[in-house]
């Protein structure tokens, strides 16, 4: 698999050379926390985040979202993406980190919107642990409110390379992610 791809820009006619990736520093949720909530109310780290309301806590974790390309079997799109889990996955994948678990699926929602995609935030996803220090996989749910949804037929079936350089425009000059995020 590649990592890196060129491709001629056609909003500015520049030769880009990107990753296969977007990063999302953080989840939505704590993005629009103020600075001062940030200190007073979350934790995070690379891998976890936990925000503490009065009446809940919400808790998230770093997963990856692949999505094949198509027309070239050596690319593979990665999002990096936070889900929200409720506090028992939480639990049993630090768990699982740790060695003192077996792997467990979990469910969760996608607590990033995707650039180049409709409300992506909320989407139903099942979370699967990987070891070897991977990242768990992010799969979107194949449930009837999102069968039609673009993000989840992509995962599924793919996306062409056009796709990927009209997606990686976008990333590039920075028009309309929602959140901090980064090629990868």
């Known amino acids: 698999m590649h990592n890196r791809y060129s491709f001629t820009c056609t909003r500015c006619g520049q030769t880009h050379v990107c990753d296969t990736g977007c990063a999302f520093e953080v989840p939505y949720h704590y993005f629009n926390l103020s600075d001062e909530q940030k200190q007073s109310i979350a934790a995070i780290d690379t891998?976890?985040?936990r925000i503490q309301h009065a009446q809940q806590t919400d808790y998230f974790v770093r997963a990856v979202l692949e999505m094949p390309v198509h027309d070239d079997q050596d690319l593979m799109y990665s999002w990096y993406v936070w889900i929200a889990i409720d506090e028992a996955a939480w639990l049993d994948?630090?768990?699982f980190l740790r060695g003192t678990a077996p792997a467990q699926k979990a469910a969760g929602w996608l607590a990033n919107q995707l650039p180049?995609?409709?409300?992506?935030?909320?989407?139903?996803?099942?979370?699967?642990?990987?070891?070897?220090g991977l990242r768990p996989l992010a799969f979107v749910q194949r449930i009837p409110q999102q069968m039609?949804?673009?993000?989840?037929?992509d995962q599924y079936g793919g996306f062409s390379v056009i796709k990927l350089r009209s997606l990686s425009e976008h990333l590039?000059?920075?028009?309309?992610?929602?959140?901090?995020a980064s090629t990868v």
Request: aromatic share 8%; glycine share 16%; with cysteine.
């Open 93 to 95: 994948y630090q768990n």
């Open 116 to 132: 180049g995609y409709p409300d992506t935030l909320n989407l139903s996803v099942e979370l699967l642990p990987r070891g070897g």
């Open 148 to 153: 039609a949804h673009p993000l989840l037929q």
């Open 172 to 180: 590039v000059h920075g028009t309309g992610a929602v959140g901090p």
């Open 47 to 49: 891998d976890f985040c």
